[in-house]
């Protein structure tokens, strides 16, 4: 076996423990948010977590729901608007 063959597969582990252990907290975080659709802190927790991991059109959705609920707090509009400058192509 090469020595490349073994890092590609360690690196393949890797990736995809790392991937699955980053998808469960975001449908935990939605199915919270299925319960209380209005809860503050998971919805700030949903958009950090997607920010994170780069789903950047997911990271709009929950900022959004923020602003709408919260417009008169600086940091939702804050969060907003880097929301939809991360997001724009």
């Known amino acids: 076996m090469s020595l490349f063959g073994l890092e590609s597969r360690m690196t393949s ?8 252990s980053i998808e469960r ?3 935990a ?8 659709p209005d809860n503050l802190e ?3 927790d949903l958009s950090l977590l997607q920010a994170q991991m780069r789903d ?3 990271f709009v959705e929950p900022r959004q729901q923020l602003l709408t609920l919260k417009p008169n707090h600086r ?4 969060g907003f ?6 997001n724009s192509k």
């Open 13 to 20: 582990k890797a990736y995809t423990v790392q991937t699955e």
């Open 25 to 27: 907290p975001s449908s």
């Open 29 to 36: 975080y939605r199915y919270a948010l299925r319960i209380d």
């Open 42 to 44: 998971i919805l700030r």
């Open 56 to 58: 950047l059109s997911g």
């Open 75 to 78: 940091m939702n509009w804050i």
């Open 81 to 86: 608007s880097v929301s939809q400058h991360l």
